[in-house]
């Protein structure tokens, strides 16, 4: 369990220690919540809504999430190519 939790403190890019199972519960919990805040503010247009005017997403924000983490070769597992080993796009 302790190398899981470090692979997903490495991957989630995190600067403190997942000590604890209630430590990953608390990380997942944080990432559940930033896909649900980018969910309700998932729109085709740039906006400052659901940041209250702190920020501004950009449009589709999900899509732009999810295009950065299957880039991203820890969270894609293929080196990030957005490609299975048998070369089929995802």
């Known amino acids: 369990a302790r190398r899981e939790r470090t ?10 220690a997942l000590r604890a199972p209630e430590d990953v519960d608390d990380a997942m919990a944080w990432a559940q919540d930033a896909f649900d ?8 247009y ?16 999900m899509r732009v999430a999810c295009d950065a983490a299957v880039g991203f070769e820890r969270l894609s597992g293929d080196g990030g190519h957005g490609h299975d080993d048998d070369d089929t796009p995802r």
């Open 46 to 61: 740039p906006s400052s809504y659901i940041l209250n005017g702190d920020g501004t997403l950009p449009a589709y924000p």
């Open 7 to 16: 692979t997903m403190r490495e991957s989630m890019r995190l600067c403190d």
């Open 37 to 44: 805040y980018m969910a309700m503010g998932n729109y085709p």
